[in-house]
C-alpha cells in the first residue's frame, strides 16, 4: 500500500513511521510512507497556502488551490493504483474499526491534514470521504491522519507477527471489546490474575474470555 501525507509539517511524520510494527511494515514494502509539503503546490513568492475567510471571522483558512493541485500530482503519479483520498476534518464521519478494515483494501491513500480554522470547503468536491477521530478538536490534521493509517496498516496481510493477532484485536466489526488480559506476576499488591486463567483449562478459558467480551 503506497500512502501519502499533504501536510504544511510533514517532517511531523518521520518519528512515528520510523519505528516499530511501522517501520518493519516499511522495510517488508508492504507499505511505502511519503510525507508531502503543502507548498510545493502553493503559487507566488512566498508558496502562501492560507488566507483570510470570506465574510469575515477569526483565523486563517487553508486555500484550495494547493489541496487541488497536491491531489492531483499525487494521482496521477499512482495513476494504476486504486486511490481513495481523505480529508482529516473534525466534521467529517467518526473513524470505527470497521472503516480501518475497510480502507486497507486500497493500494493508494492519500491524507490531507489541514490546519488553522480549517479548509476552504470546495477542498471537499475532490476528496472520497471526510474522516474525525472523535468529537474534540485538534490543532491539525497530522495526530489524526497517523493514528487512521497505523489502524488501516494493520490490517496489511504480512504487517503483524501472527495471524491470530488480528482475529483476537481489541475491536472487532461488530463493535465486541476484547477481554481483559494478565500477565506475570500472578499476585500483585493483593491483586490476583483470575483463577480460570491459571487452570490450564482451554475449554473454560475460552468460555471465559467469551463471556467477558459480552459483559463489555
Not at 79 to 90: Q, Y
Not at 115 to 132: H, L, N, Q, T, W
Amino acid at each position: 500500500m503506497k500512502i501519502d501525507f499533504v501536510s504544511i509539517f510533514p517532517e511531523m511524520f518521520n518519528a512515528y513511521f520510523g519505528e516499530s510494527i511501522m517501520k518493519r511494515a516499511v522495510a517488508k514494502r508492504l507499505i511505502k510512507i511519503k510525507e508531502h509539503d503543502l507548498r510545493k503546490w502553493a503559487t507566488g513568492k512566498h508558496h502562501k497556502v492560507d488566507d483570510r475567510p470570506f465574510g469575515g471571522g477569526p483565523g486563517m483558512v487553508m486555500m484550495v488551490e494547493p489541496f487541488a493541485e497536491a491531489i492531483k500530482f499525487l494521482k496521477a503519479k499512482n495513476s494504476k493504483l486504486e486511490v481513495r483520498v481523505i480529508l482529516m476534518a473534525a466534521s467529517g464521519k467518526t473513524f470505527t474499526h470497521k472503516d480501518a478494515v475497510r480502507l486497507s483494501k486500497y493500494k493508494h491513500l492519500i491524507f490531507l491534514c489541514p490546519r488553522y480554522e480549517g479548509v476552504d470547503a470546495r477542498v471537499e468536491k475532490f476528496v472520497d470521504e471526510k474522516i474525525s477521530i472523535g468529537d474534540y478538536v485538534l490543532t491539525g490534521g497530522e495526530l489524526p491522519a497517523m493514528v487512521v493509517a497505523d489502524a488501516v496498516v494493520r490490517h496489511i496481510p504480512g504487517v503483524l507477527g501472527k495471524a491470530e493477532s488480528l482475529s483476537e484485536e481489541s475491536h472487532t466489526i461488530e463493535g465486541v471489546t476484547e477481554y481483559p488480559q494478565y500477565t506475570r506476576p500472578e499476585i500483585f499488591k493483593k491483586i490476583k490474575v483470575p483463577a480460570v486463567l491459571l487452570s490450564g483449562n482451554h475449554k473454560k478459558i475460552a468460555e471465559w474470555r467469551k463471556k467477558k467480551m459480552r459483559d463489555k
